[in-house]
């Protein structure tokens, strides 16, 4: 893959558009990513939308160097609905990450958007696994690797950047 190509990745689905984070959804990021959004998470809240502007940034640095795709979940009306990512495309185990905002949970949007973009890795990048952290409290997120048959690889405990300590469960997810 070239470097650069990320950004012309969109992944529809039966109800999602999956597109490259930018800019253009910083005030959606900052207002949804809540402290009730992150409380299960490793990153805070931001308090200053600066904060989410240097997070979109760095997400976007880090795509030209093909190492992270990072995207936003909107559904077919164009409604922001949270984003979703894949980390460390570059190595052997990358990292999948999903957050909903609030008014989008249970409608199986989280599940719908890893399994879009556990499509793409299966056709577009070398993997041995995809890995899915959570914690273990995070009953509704766990359930999307289970779906996928994935298997807890391991567990160990995190600080987040809040300070509070996660209990977490690293699913591994094996290429179809």
């Keep these: 893959m070239k470097k650069g190509d990320l950004f012309s990745v969109r992944i529809i689905t039966k109800r999602l ?5 930018s800019l253009k959804y ?6 949804e990513f809540t402290k009730e959004i992150t409380s299960l998470m490793f ?12 997070f979109i940034l760095d997400s976007i640095k880090d795509m030209k160097k093909n190492e992270i795709l990072q995207m936003v979940i909107l559904n077919k009306r164009k409604e922001f609905l949270g984003c979703v990512g894949l980390h460390h495309i570059d190595k052997k185990n990358p990292e999948l990450g999903v957050w ?4 989008a949970y249970g409608n199986s949007y989280g599940k719908e958007a890893i399994f ?3 499509k793409w890795a299966d056709e577009n990048i070398h993997y041995d696994s995809l890995l899915y952290p959570v914690d273990k409290d995070n009953i509704a997120s766990r359930k999307i690797p289970e779906s996928m048959n994935g298997k807890i690889f391991k567990k160990y405990n995190q600080k987040s950047k809040s300070g509070k ?7 591994g997810i094996l290429r179809d």
């Design 17 to 21: 558009i999956l597109v490259p984070i």
């Design 26 to 31: 910083k005030k959606d990021i900052f207002r």
């Design 43 to 54: 990153p805070t809240t931001p308090s200053k939308i600066k904060e989410t502007e240097e």
């Design 100 to 103: 909903l905002k609030k008014s």
């Design 116 to 118: 879009a973009l556990k």
């Design 165 to 171: 300590v996660l209990h977490i469960l690293e699913y």
